[in-house]
C-alpha cells in the first residue's frame, strides 16, 4: 500500500474529486493548508514596488491505496490539477507500513 | 416648527438605515471567498464614508435643491448652505442626514457586480461618479422636485431611487467588468453563511428605519409602513425557502434573500398601501425573485451576489406594485384595485425610465473608467484575493 499526497489548488478540488470517484478511488482525507513552494509565493506589485505574498491557500488530498492504483491516481490529479501555471502543486507517494483498524483489532496486511 | 416626537424617531431611523450599509458588508462578505471577505466588508464602510462627504458637499443639493427643468436640483445647498435647525416637522439637518444614509446604503449594494475583482481606486472614482451622476438624478427625480413627482409617480421609501438604480447598476458593471477567474468552473461557495445570516437580520432590523422613517413622522403612517415591512419580509422568505424546497433542500441563505426580496418590493409601497397587501407583495416579490436568480445562474451571467435579482427586479416589483395596491385611505392615492389604472401606467414609465438610465450611466461610468484606470485587479491579485492584494489583511483564523 502506499500513501498518496496530492497538494493542489483549492479551486481544482472538484473537479479531482469527481474524477477520482469516476475510477472509483473513495478513500480520502481533505486539508485546507497553506504553504509556498520553488517560486517563494507571488509577488504583487504595489505601487510600483514588489509586494511578496508567501503563503498560498492550498488544498492537500491523502489517499491510502494499493500500488497498483499509484500511476493511475497521479494521472487524474495531473489531468484535472493542472493550470501550467506555477502553483499547480505536488504529489508525492510514500510507502505504508501499518495499517490499523480502530474499530476492530485487525490489522490490514500493508503489503500490495 | 419642529415636532420633537419626529425628530427623535427620524433621528434614531437614521443611525438604523446608517447600520445597514456595513450590513450589506458582512452579508456580501459571508457570500464570497473567504479571500476577499475583508474586502467586502471594506467596501461597504468605503461606500459610506465617500457617500457622506459627497452629500453634504453637492449631493443633497443636486438631490434636493431648487428644481432645474424636472431633471437635477440647482447648486443652493452645497456646503450645507441653507440647510439648518429650523424646518417644517423636522430640522433640515436632519431631513438631510436621513436621506445621506440612503445614498451610501445604494453604492454599497451596487458592489455586489464587482466582488471579488475590482480595484479600490477605481471603486472610489467609480463610487463619486456614479452617486453623482445616477443616485442624485434619481433621488431628485423621486423627491426633491423632479418629473416623477411631477407626473405623480410614487416612492416611498426607495424602491426606484435605491433599489432598481442600485440593482441596475449592479447588472451594468458586471457585465462592463467581466466574470470572475474561474466563474462557472471553480467551486465559489459561500465561506461564511453565518455572517451572511447576521448581514441579513440588520437589514431586516434597519429597514423598520428605511421606511416607518420614510414617514418622516412619528405617526399612524409611520407605524403602517412598519407593519407592511415585516410582513412583506415574512412573506417573502417563506415563499423563496418553499420555491427552494421544492427544487431540492431549503438553504438558510434562501430564507434571508427572499426577506430581502420582500423588504426591497414593499420599499416603494411602505406608506401607499395596506399592511395586509404586503402578503401578495412580500410572497410575489420571493417568487420575482427567485426567478430572476435563477435566469442570472442559467445565463453565466456573473452579476456575483445578486443585486440585480434581489434589488433590481424585487424594486421593479415593488414598483408597479405600488400602481396595484395604493389606496387613498393610507397614502391618498389610488391604485388600480381601487380603480386607477393611470397610477400603474404612471409607475411603469417611471420603472422604464430609472431602469434604462441606471443601467446606461452606468455602463457609461464604468467605460470610461476602464478605459482610463482600469476597473479590474491583475488576475494574480484576484487568484491570491482582494484581501491581500488589495488590503493587505487576511481573514483567515
Not at chain 2, 77 to 104: K, R, W
Not at chain 2, 228 to 257: E, K
Not at chain 2, 346 to 364: E, H, K, N, P, R
Request: hydrophobic content about 55%; proline content about 3%; some cysteine.
Amino acid at each position: 500500500m502506499k500513501m498518496v499526497t496530492a497538494i493542489i489548488r483549492p479551486e481544482m478540488f472538484n473537479a479531482v474529486r469527481t474524477a477520482l470517484e469516476g475510477e472509483g478511488i473513495y478513500g480520502m482525507t481533505v486539508s485546507e493548508v497553506m504553504g509556498r513552494g520553488a517560486q517563494k509565493g507571488i509577488a504583487l506589485q504595489f505601487r510600483g514596488k514588489a509586494v511578496p505574498v508567501d503563503l498560498i491557500p492550498k488544498l492537500k488530498i491523502e489517499m491510502v491505496v494499493r500500488d497498483a492504483d499509484v500511476e493511475r491516481i497521479i494521472r487524474i490529479v495531473r489531468a484535472h490539477a493542472r493550470t501550467g501555471r506555477p502553483g499547480d502543486g505536488r504529489i508525492f507517494v510514500l510507502p505504508i507500513e501499518r495499517i490499523c483498524r480502530v474499530r476492530t483489532d485487525e490489522e490490514d496486511p500493508p503489503e500490495s | 416648527m419642529i415636532d420633537s416626537g419626529a425628530t427623535a424617531f427620524v433621528l434614531i431611523c437614521t443611525a438604523m438605515v446608517m447600520l445597514m450599509t456595513p450590513a450589506v458588508g458582512l452579508f456580501y462578505g459571508g457570500l464570497v471567498r473567504r479571500k476577499n471577505f475583508i474586502s467586502m466588508i471594506a467596501l461597504a464602510f468605503i461606500a459610506f464614508a465617500l457617500v457622506s462627504i459627497q452629500w453634504v458637499v453637492c449631493g443633497y443639493s443636486l438631490a434636493f435643491g431648487t428644481d432645474i427643468c424636472g431633471l437635477i436640483g440647482g447648486l443652493d445647498h452645497i456646503f450645507l448652505q441653507g440647510v439648518g435647525m429650523e424646518g417644517d416637522g423636522i430640522p433640515d439637518l436632519l431631513f438631510m442626514v436621513f436621506q445621506m444614509v440612503f445614498a451610501g446604503l445604494a453604492l454599497a449594494i451596487v458592489t455586489s457586480g464587482v466582488a471579488e475583482r475590482i480595484k479600490i481606486s477605481s471603486f472610489i472614482v467609480f463610487g463619486l461618479l456614479w452617486t453623482t451622476l445616477v443616485y442624485d438624478p434619481l433621488a431628485h427625480w423621486a423627491w426633491g422636485g423632479g418629473w416623477a413627482t411631477q407626473l405623480g409617480a410614487i416612492d416611498f421609501a426607495g424602491g426606484t431611487v435605491v433599489h432598481i438604480s442600485s440593482g441596475f447598476s449592479a447588472l451594468a458593471l458586471a457585465l462592463i467588468i467581466g466574470r470572475r477567474l474561474g466563474f462557472g468552473g471553480h467551486g465559489m461557495e459561500p465561506n461564511n453563511i453565518p455572517m451572511v445570516l447576521l448581514g441579513g437580520a440588520l437589514l431586516w432590523f434597519g429597514w423598520f428605519g428605511f421606511n416607518a422613517g420614510s414617514a418622516l413622522a412619528a405617526d399612524g403612517l409611520a407605524v403602517n409602513a412598519f407593519v407592511a415591512t415585516n410582513i412583506a419580509a415574512a412573506t417573502g422568505a417563506l415563499a423563496w425557502f418553499a420555491l427552494a424546497w421544492v427544487r431540492g433542500r431549503p438553504g438558510s441563505v434562501g430564507i434571508i434573500s427572499g426577506a430581502i426580496a420582500g423588504l426591497v418590493a414593499i420599499t416603494p409601497a411602505a406608506g401607499f398601501v395596506a399592511p395586509i397587501a404586503a402578503i401578495p407583495i412580500g410572497a410575489c416579490a420571493g417568487i420575482v425573485c427567485y426567478a430572476a436568480l435563477v435566469f442570472r445562474i442559467r445565463r453565466g451571467l456573473d452579476e456575483s451576489l445578486d443585486a440585480w435579482a434581489i434589488h433590481g427586479m424585487g424594486g421593479m416589483f415593488g414598483a408597479l406594485a405600488t400602481g396595484i395596491f395604493a389606496v387613498a385611505a393610507i397614502g391618498g392615492v389610488n391604485g388600480l384595485l381601487y380603480g386607477n389604472p393611470g397610477l400603474l401606467l404612471i409607475q411603469a414609465v417611471d420603472v422604464t425610465i430609472a431602469v434604462g438610465y441606471s443601467f446606461g450611466m452606468t455602463c457609461l461610468i464604468a467605460k470610461v473608467i476602464d478605459a482610463v484606470m482600469g476597473l479590474r485587479v491583475t488576475e494574480e491579485e484576484e487568484y491570491v484575493g482582494l484581501d491581500i492584494a488589495q488590503h493587505g489583511e487576511s481573514a483567515r483564523v
